[in-house]
């Protein structure tokens, strides 16, 4: 049984660009304990975490808000104005967005002043993603390690998503070198890979890649349509270098394929949307919570942990 904590609001669990997120993520994990959660709890909860004397990020999902005029809405300092926050209209914002995209998915029923937690959600793909979102940004001690459940996770996406899928991160490298990882690693998903990949360190691990999904044609020729992502946990601060880590101009080399592979950036944080358009680009594209929820098959190794340090832990608000 993992040690429980005391789960106390931050000014920045997820870091500076996923804020409004890591909000109503709070808030869920609140109902998710007692079966409901109001608005004022976050309220309170903002005024004791700090949260109305934080600088802006650089996105927001409120489109009521000038993103070219957005000083007018700051304190000189760059501050929340005491008098006007606006933190939980963001918050809620981004839950009535779950609720709109998942639909029967999401385990939480959203109210104008709060939010409600429907049966069984520790079981749903959801709440384990909450679960393994919070382990991580709060500190949990767990027998695995919440970035190896999260890489295995998203192999497990997708395969269910009809892929052929392999890993290629910390989670199964096992401290074998590069070039036998992936050759490896391409033989499980039907590709064939260079004797010697080149352009890669001299150290590389996994050439920042820790998934490789395949929709092929099962005849090991080039041409096959291939997926390389980067599971990360990280602050949403370095998501941007993070969706750069997967080189599709290298893999298209190491896999000896024609077409360029397709990078992807898998997170298990709610990207909100200013930031999602921010990230992506003609190479790569972004999974995230609401893109996975559906799609992670059955638990893997050390879930179960996580879900018993959630459940045990403390929320203060």
Not at 162 to 170: E, K
């Amino acid at each position: 049984m993992p040690k429980p904590s005391s789960i106390k609001l931050r000014a920045d669990p997820y870091g500076k660009f996923a804020r409004a997120s890591a909000l109503a993520d709070f808030l869920e994990s609140i109902a998710a304990h007692r079966g409901s959660a109001l608005r004022t709890d976050l309220e309170l909860s903002l005024k004791r975490g700090g949260w109305y004397r934080v600088q802006r990020g650089l996105f927001t999902t409120d489109p009521d808000i000038d993103l070219a005029n957005i000083e007018s809405l700051e304190n000189e300092d760059g501050t929340e104005d005491l008098d006007d926050p606006d933190w939980p209209d963001w918050a809620m914002s981004v839950l009535k967005q779950r609720s709109d995209v998942l639909g029967p998915s999401y385990p939480f029923v959203v109210r104008d002043d709060g939010v409600d937690v429907a049966a069984d959600w520790e079981h749903s793909d959801y709440g384990r993603l909450l679960v393994l979102t919070m382990a991580h940004a709060y500190g949990a001690v767990l027998r695995v390690d919440p970035r190896t459940i999260f890489e295995r996770l998203i192999v497990s996406a997708f395969t269910s998503m009809g892929l052929t899928a392999v890993g290629m991160g910390t989670a199964t490298t096992r401290g074998r070198d590069f070039a036998s990882q992936l050759q490896e690693a391409a033989t499980a998903v039907g590709l064939t890979a260079a004797q010697v990949p080149y352009p890669s360190r001299t150290f590389a691990k996994d050439a920042g890649v820790d998934a490789i999904g395949v929709f092929g044609w099962g005849d090991r020729r080039p041409g096959q349509l291939v997926l390389i992502a980067q599971a990360t946990l990280t602050s949403s601060a370095r998501w941007e270098y993070k969706i750069t880590e997967p080189k599709p101009h290298h893999w298209v080399g190491y896999l000896q394929e024609t077409l360029h592979p397709i990078g992807m950036l898998a997170v298990p944080h709610h990207i909100e949307d200013e930031h999602l358009r921010f990230l992506l680009s003609p190479y790569a594209t972004v999974i995230d919570r609401l893109r996975l929820v559906g799609r992670l098959g059955g638990a893997t190794e050390g879930e179960d942990d996580a879900l018993a340090w959630f459940v045990s832990s403390e929320l203060e608000y």
